[in-house]
Structures are given as C-alpha cells and as structure tokens.
C-alpha cells in the first residue's frame, strides 16, 4: 500500500461545517447514516482491516476536532480506529470514549454495513464516497474478484487537494449575497421518545414504478414524494384544524441540493445548498395537485443558478465577517449558538434528503442487496426523511424522534392505496 | 415476510405487530433468522446521580453555614472565603480534574491557572499586610515551573500524542514569561522565584523549538488560524 504523505495534517472546516460543532449536543446530533446491506454476514476482521486501509487513503477522514483559539479545526488523528457492532440508537451522537476521537463510526450487524458520520465533515455525497471505497476493499480483502472500474476511489489512488477543497469558498460571487428573511415553519408535534432514542421506518419501493407514478403526476420522483410528504402533514396535522395558531405557520419542507451536479468540483466536504417549500397550510380547500404545483414551482425556483450562488455567497459573506472572525471561538460559541436557536432552527418543518441513485461496478452488485441513508432526528425536526435509490429499490427512511408514526403511515398508504407494494423495516423503537 | 392487512404492506420482521399502525401482522412464522436492527441496550448508570447530589447539597451546606457563622461574628474579615474557595475547587478538580475528556496536559495547565488566580485572591484580600504578597512571590512563580516540568514530562514519556499537549506547554511557557515582567515593575519583590522560572520557560522553549520546531510552528499556525 502507497502511503501518503501530506504537507499539512490539519484541514479548517468547510463553511457549512462550521456551525455543527457549535449547535450539536446530545440531542441535536447533526449526524447521519449510510448503509448498506449485502447479500451474506459481515465479518468484523476483514472490515476493520478495509477500514484501516480506507482512512489512510482518505487523510480528511482520519481527523478529529480541535479548537484553535478562533475556529474549530480538524487535526490528524493517530489513534486507533475501531469498527463497531451497530447500536439501537440511531444517528447518535458519536462518543469520544468509543471511537478515539473520530467524527465517523463503522458500524456491522449481520448483513449491515453502516457508517455514521457527523455532517462537519462531509456531506450524503461524500459519505457515499467512503463507503463505495470501504465496501470495494472489504470485498477484495474477502478475496472477491471486484474491479473499480473508475468507479471507486481505491486505497492505491492518491488523495488530492480537490477532494478536501471548500467549494463554496471556490464557487461563490461576492457581489450576490443578499440576505433574505425566513419565517418560521410549521413544527410537527409528538410524545418525545424516551432516553434520546430515534425511531427509523424504511419502506422500499420499486424504483421503476414510483418514476412511472411521478412521471404521470408530470413530476420528478422527488418533487413527488416532497408533495406527497407535505400532502401527509396536512391531512394529519393541519386540515380542519386551521384556527390553532401554530397551524398558521408554512410547511416548510427542507430539500438539500447537491451542488456537485451544477458546478464542476469534486470535494468529499460539505457542498450542499438547500431549497426549501413553503406553503400556508390553514385552508380546508387544499388538493394535492395544488401542492404539487408549489413543489415543483419551489424545485424551479430554488435551482436557478442565481439563487443557489445567492445562498451560497450569503453563507460565505457571513463567515468572511470579519468581526466575527476576530472574536475569540469562546465567545463565537454562544454568539452562534443563539444566534441559531433564534434564527436558524425553527426554519424547517421536515428535512427530505435525496441522495439519488447509488452506483456500484458491476462486480459489486452481486454483493449488495440494498442501500439506505438516515439522518438524525432533533427535538425540533421531528421527523426527517432520506431517500436512496439502487437498482429497482428506492428506499424511504424516515426517522423520528417522537413516538408516533402517523406521517409515516399515511406517506407509505398513499402507496398502497395505490397498488404499488411496500416493505416495511423498523427498528421497533416503542418496545424499549 | 409479515403482512399488515391495514396498512397492506409486508414487514421485514419478527415481531408481532405493525411498525406503522401497531394491528398484529398476519404471516408465516420467522424467517429472519435475527431482527434488522438491533435491540436498545441502556447505558445509563444510577449510582453517579444519587453521589452527585449529595456532594452538591453538602457543599452548599456548608457553603451557608461558613458565611452565616462568618457574618455573625462579624470582625470586618471573611475567613470563611478560604474554605468556600476550597469547596468551589474541589468541584473545579472533579469536573475538569476528573470528568473531562481532556488530557493531562490540559487538566494540569487548566487546574494550576485557577489554582493559582484563587490563591492570590486570597493573599490580596486576607493576609494581613505585614505577611501579604507569598501568592505573588513564592506560589505564582513555582507553580508555573511544576507546571512546566509536569507537561515536559509528560510530553517526554508519552511521546505518540506529544502534538496533543504541545499547546498547553506552550501557553504556560507563556504566562512563565509574566511573573518577570511584574517583578521587573516591582510588584513582585522577592525575585529568584520569577527569574528561576523565566529561565526555566526559555530552557524548555529551546528544548521543543529544537527538537519539534515543524510541529511548534504548525500547532500555532492551527491554533490561531482565522
């Protein structure tokens, strides 16, 4: 194995990584999952040693959080990474003690394979990325006959400075960073799951009839599933219950964009831009075709090219700030902190992920049975949602922190109101 | 595979009811030989509170009692400061002594810093004038040099992390370098404490600028970068 060598250990964090490590606790973990499953048992040896193996290739893995006298940091981190059997807990927070300090988790169990990793240093995009290249070298190790096929970043492929790049920092326009004002969103209340537990529902649906339905609808298969997300809310939560006063407030869906697709970089950092649906829900006359129609709208609107260097540009302005540079990371700390729990948290109704659809060589597919991706659930976004398609499955996970499973239910009725067959997986939070 | 007749979907479980509504599932008997996602295993411990709260309620107690006895008697000197200084340390030594996730460079550095601004609150505000300065003079000095021996040796011994300690080495080198200064202006009077431990911060300096000097330029440019 090459070993490589970097003139510099250490990596500052991205301009979207920057809040996490303010803002995450116990509670608001910021972490997310990828996973896979293959078609026999994980063996624990073989993944340590592909784990091993995958963070030497990818130095802005290998890394732990530091404060410097200004800004968090990420510093090379020696220790011992350790693979783990998969916990209840989904998307936790990731303890110390564990795992030596690292700001990601392999996880086995069975036939899974997970990573957890926390959203300062990569996003769904990048994540994907280590884990392609974690299962490509866990199958070699177990003597597969596997090839990359330019598919895969291998353990003998150099790291390269583009892939650990601050895109936003590269792609933004000084001269367009307006801000705009956001009103709160529509929070989707529940009984709180005790001991901090999250809740995962994942349905599986055909990939090739879920995009004959939305192509039907005229749709994209997200702007589908968006509008039948934000349909679900309202006939649970708001219709004919529009006098509540919380109910007055838009639905206001949460749809990370990934910037890969409209600007030429290849980091494996954070470099998502977000669009969000927002629709005043308090009327009884609401059909889901008005609905799709602001969803696709919304989809419209928040893919102009202006507007996503707009938010991007209005994220940098912020961090180029220069007094809150120069204000020591102490004070920086609660300044943000509040700041975010003023501004920034009561924004999003529901978060809606897609990752899109996940590529494997051909002499992996064999191997892998289906992909999924969670992320975590808080105290103010209750439920959160993260789609993966992969061959013919097109996997919906929801995640909840609260204890009950109407959106859920009515999301996956929908379907089979419809005659498209859906399989169920859960964790079974409520037993515990 | 299960099947919920309500919500007419199959379930990828053993279980007995529907994830989605809760209504039983109709089926085959298991086939999944183990359940997906694995059973919530509870880590959370019942002694620690119980010790916690007792030791809170006895500090506060005395806490009271030392200022009420303090303020009865009433001769213009609060010497109960002394022991709720204690008190209050004790409780800085257990949560950033013990508790934390920080090393040891760090708690030693941490812990003697405080150490030392309450020892000297105390030499300024209840030695009697004729005694007052043996904060300034004697402990701030020599504590930094212990502390300053104590992070070289454990930079010494423990070398594989040495990177993790460099910072806080480096910043008690640098308030080593203040016990000087306010000799120089005489607030401090008796000086070979103040000047033992400047030279000693110099030695060690030159020592890790010696042998590290990538690492020490690194971890300051880490450390402040904007």
């Given at each position: 194995?090459?070993?490589?060598?970097?003139?510099?250990?250490?990596?500052?964090?991205?301009n979207?990584?920057?809040?996490?490590?303010?803002?995450?606790?116990?509670?608001?973990?910021?972490?997310?999952?990828?996973?896979?499953?293959?078609?026999?048992?994980?063996?624990?040896?073989?993944?340590?040693?592909?784990?091993?193996?995958?963070?030497?290739?990818?130095?802005?893995?290998?890394?732990?959080?530091?404060?410097?006298?200004?800004?968090?940091?990420?510093?090379?981190?020696?220790?011992?990474?350790?693979?783990?059997?998969?916990?209840?807990?989904?998307?936790?927070?990731?303890?110390?003690?564990?795992?030596?300090?690292?700001?990601?988790?392999?996880?086995?169990?069975?036939?899974?394979?997970?990573?957890?990793?926390?959203?300062?240093?990569?996003?769904?995009?990048?994540?994907?990325?280590?884990?392609?290249?974690?299962?490509?070298?866990?199958?070699?190790?177990?003597?597969?006959?596997?090839?990359?096929?330019?598919?895969?970043?291998?353990?003998?492929?150099?790291?390269?400075?583009?892939?650990?790049?601050?895109a936003q920092q590269t792609y933004f326009d000084p001269k367009n960073h307006k801000h705009v004002?956001?009103?709160?969103?529509?929070?989707?209340?529940?009984?709180?799951?005790?001991?901090?537990?999250?809740?995962?529902?994942?349905?599986?649906?055909?990939?090739?009839?879920?995009?004959?339905?939305?192509?039907?609808?005229?749709?994209?298969?997200?702007?589908?599933?968006?509008?039948?997300?934000?349909?679900?809310?309202?006939?649970?939560?708001?219709?004919?219950?529009?006098?509540?006063?919380?109910?007055?407030?838009?639905?206001?869906?949460?749809?990370?964009?990934?910037m890969?697709?409209?600007?030429?970089?290849?980091?494996?950092?954070?470099?998502?831009i977000?669009?969000?649906?927002?629709?005043?829900?308090?009327?009884?006359?609401?059909?889901?075709?008005?609905?799709?129609?602001?969803?696709?709208?919304?989809?419209?609107?928040?893919?102009?090219k202006d507007e996503l260097i707009r938010k991007m540009s209005e994220n940098v302005a912020f961090e180029k700030n220069?007094?809150?540079?120069?204000?020591?990371?102490?004070?920086?700390?609660?300044?943000?902190?509040?700041?975010?729990?003023?501004?920034?948290?009561?924004?999003?109704?529901?978060?809606?992920?897609?990752?899109?659809?996940?590529?494997?060589?051909?002499?992996?597919?064999?191997?892998?049975?289906?992909?999924?991706?969670?992320?975590?659930?808080?105290?103010?976004?209750?439920?959160?949602?993260?789609?993966?398609?992969?061959?013919?499955?097109?996997?919906?996970?929801?995640?909840?922190?609260?204890?009950?499973?109407?959106?859920?239910?009515?999301?996956?009725?929908?379907?089979?109101?419809?005659?498209?067959?859906?399989?169920?997986?859960?964790?079974?939070?409520?037993?515990? | 595979?299960?099947?919920?007749?309500?919500?007419?979907?199959?379930?990828?479980?053993?279980?007995?009811?529907?994830?989605?509504?809760?209504?039983?599932?109709?089926?085959?008997?298991?086939?999944?030989?183990?359940?997906?996602?694995?059973?919530?295993?509870?880590?959370?411990?019942?002694?620690?509170?119980?010790?916690?709260?007792?030791?809170?309620?006895?500090?506060?107690?005395?806490?009271?009692?030392?200022?009420?006895?303090?303020?009865?008697?009433?001769?213009?000197?609060?010497?109960?400061?002394?022991?709720?200084?204690?008190?209050?340390?004790?409780?800085?030594?257990?949560?950033?002594?013990?508790?934390?996730?920080?090393?040891?460079?760090?708690?030693?550095?941490?812990?003697?810093?405080?150490?030392?601004?309450?020892?000297?609150?105390?030499?300024?505000?209840?030695?009697?004038?004729?005694?007052?300065?043996?904060?300034?003079?004697?402990?701030?000095?020599?504590?930094?040099?212990?502390?300053?021996?104590?992070?070289?040796?454990?930079?010494?011994?423990?070398?594989?992390?040495?990177?993790?300690?460099?910072?806080?080495?480096?910043?008690?080198?640098?308030?080593?370098?203040?016990?000087?200064?306010?000799?120089?202006?005489?607030?401090?009077?008796?000086?070979?404490?103040?000047?033992?431990?400047?030279?000693?911060?110099?030695?060690?300096?030159?020592?890790?600028?010696?042998?590290?000097?990538?690492?020490?330029?690194?971890?300051?440019?880490?450390?402040?970068?904007?």
């Open positions: 194995m090459v070993k490589h060598k970097f003139p510099s250990d250490w990596f500052r964090l991205d979207a990584a920057k809040i996490f490590p303010v803002v995450s606790n116990r509670k608001e973990t910021n972490t997310f999952r990828v996973q896979v499953e293959l078609t026999e048992a994980v063996e624990k040896d073989f993944l340590q040693l592909a784990a091993d193996a995958v963070l030497e290739r990818f130095p802005m893995f290998k890394v732990r959080l530091k404060n410097g006298l200004f800004w968090h940091y990420l510093d090379r981190n020696e220790r011992p990474f350790l693979v783990l059997p998969l916990k209840h807990r989904v998307c936790g927070d990731l303890n110390p003690k564990e795992n030596n300090g690292y700001l990601l988790q392999v996880y086995y169990r069975d036939n899974l394979i997970a990573i957890e990793i926390f959203h300062s240093l990569a996003d769904a995009s990048g994540a994907f990325v280590l884990l392609k290249t974690l299962l490509y070298e866990y199958l070699l190790l177990k003597g597969y006959p596997v090839t990359p096929d330019n598919q895969i970043l291998t353990r003998d492929s150099t790291s390269t400075m583009e892939e650990f790049e601050d004002h956001e009103e709160k969103g529509f929070l989707i209340p529940g009984t709180p799951i005790a001991d901090l537990n999250v809740g995962l529902i994942a349905g599986t649906i055909s990939t090739q009839k879920l995009s004959e339905l939305a192509r039907s609808y005229g749709a994209t298969i997200t702007e589908y599933l968006v509008a039948v997300a934000m349909n679900v809310i309202y006939v649970t939560q708001i219709r004919y219950r529009e006098h509540l006063k919380q109910n007055a407030l838009p639905v206001k869906i949460f749809i990370p964009v990934n890969r697709k409209h600007f030429p970089s290849k980091t494996l950092r954070n470099f998502s977000f669009l969000k649906t927002n629709m005043k829900m308090n009327r009884p006359d609401i059909t889901f075709q008005m609905i799709l129609e602001h969803t696709k709208e919304s989809f419209r609107l928040g893919l102009e220069l007094f809150l540079r120069l204000t020591p990371l102490i004070l920086k700390k609660y300044a943000m902190r509040i700041g975010y729990y003023l501004l920034g948290a009561r924004l999003n109704s529901m978060s809606f992920s897609n990752v899109g659809k996940v590529d494997f060589p051909k002499s992996m597919e064999p191997y892998i049975d289906n992909v999924a991706a969670a992320v975590y659930a808080g105290r103010m976004n209750t439920v959160n949602c993260a789609l993966v398609s992969y061959k013919d499955k097109f996997k919906i996970t929801f995640t909840r922190s609260i204890m009950e499973t109407t959106i859920e239910r009515e999301f996956f009725r929908t379907f089979t109101a419809m005659g498209i067959p859906v399989e169920i997986e859960s964790n079974f939070v409520e037993e515990y | 595979m299960k099947h919920c007749d309500k919500c007419n979907v199959e379930v990828r479980s053993n279980r007995k009811y529907c994830p989605l509504c809760h209504q039983s599932l109709s089926g085959e008997t298991p086939e999944l030989p183990k359940e997906i996602y694995p059973e919530f295993v509870t880590l959370r411990r019942e002694v620690q509170p119980f010790m916690k709260k007792l030791l809170t309620v006895a500090s506060i107690l005395a806490i009271v009692v030392l200022l009420t006895v303090d303020l009865i008697e009433a001769d213009g000197k609060l010497f109960s400061l002394i022991p709720i200084g204690a008190i209050l340390y004790f409780w800085l030594v257990v949560r950033y002594g013990i508790l934390t996730k920080q090393n040891a460079a760090f708690r030693i550095a941490f812990l003697t810093t405080i150490l030392i601004l309450i020892l000297n609150l105390f030499d300024q505000n209840i030695t009697d004038p004729t005694h007052r300065g043996w904060a300034l003079n004697y402990v701030t000095p020599l504590l930094l040099l212990a502390d300053n021996i104590a992070i070289l040796g454990i930079i010494l011994i423990k070398r594989i992390n040495y990177r993790d300690y460099l910072f806080y080495l480096l910043t008690i080198l640098f308030f080593s370098l203040i016990p000087l200064i306010l000799a120089f202006f005489g607030i401090i009077t008796i000086v070979w404490p103040s000047v033992a431990t400047f030279s000693a911060a110099i030695l060690i300096l030159l020592v890790i600028v010696f042998f590290f000097p990538k690492h020490v330029k690194d971890e300051i440019r880490k450390r402040f970068h904007l």
